[in-house]
């Protein structure tokens, strides 16, 4: 028998066999869909001062439903959003509403009410729902007020809002109720000894405006932002530096001084164009009147 022959013959079982293989895998293919999720998920990470916050929860929407008291009913643990349990990650350790929370990863509970919310920091982070929520594993426990809101928010939201060097509010979103959270982190006292450490080496190049300002802003040694942002306009002198330099005079009680800095602020702001320092010296000057 020769080889076109035997060719010939493995042909069509070669055919047939490889038909087989493509229906089935078509078959498979079309019995995967990926249907949209009814409540997506999602993650935000904030930055808040020197410490990294990420949540990760799923957000369901309202669809002409009663939402707190009625499908989230009040009284009962929610697990804050939709699917698996509302997942929040510290980087070090925070505050929430005064409460320390030691850095680490935990499940956001809360128990809704009409004029008063509980929310819960769990360390059973990686749970479904909120069915096997166990008390025994709260870290801990804070109450929260409501506050109505004119406009409905259609899909629930959590977001970060205020944020400053060393706070933020976390708040709770969802229909006609938002719920703020108060977070609060230690960066001063962290801040504070870098700074103090870098002022006293013999780094050639030095912070000198970024620490006058911080001193400034957090309450420190007035007289070492001073002379630090003087250091600052020996190296180059800006409009936007003048301006806190005054701010110092004038916390410090050097009226005129504060003065008279503020209107050379403003001199150097007009001709950089920047009449947003003009106006912020122009107030300074006449609180100080």
Known sequence: MDNNMNIRRFSPLLA???S???STAAQAEAGKVDFPAASPACTIKQRVGLTDIE???SRPSVKDREIFGGMVPYGQVWRTGANGATKIVFST???LNDKEIPAGTYGLFTIPGKDEWTVIINKGAEQWGAYKYDEKADLVRFKATP???EKPVDTFTIEFNKIRDDSSFINLIWDKVEVPIK????IVDKLVAQIEAVMSSNEPKKPYFQAAMFYYNHGQDLQKAKKWVDLALAEREAH???YLKAEILAKLGEKDAAIATAKKSSEMAVKANDLGYVKLNDDLINSLK
């Open 147 to 149: 506050i109505a809101i």
């Open 240 to 242: 936007y530096m003048l």
């Open 55 to 57: 949540v990760d929860y």
């Open 20 to 22: 087989l293989i493509l």
């Open 183 to 186: 977070l609060q982190v230690d």
């Open 16 to 18: 047939a066999t490889c």
């Open 93 to 95: 350790a925070v505050k």
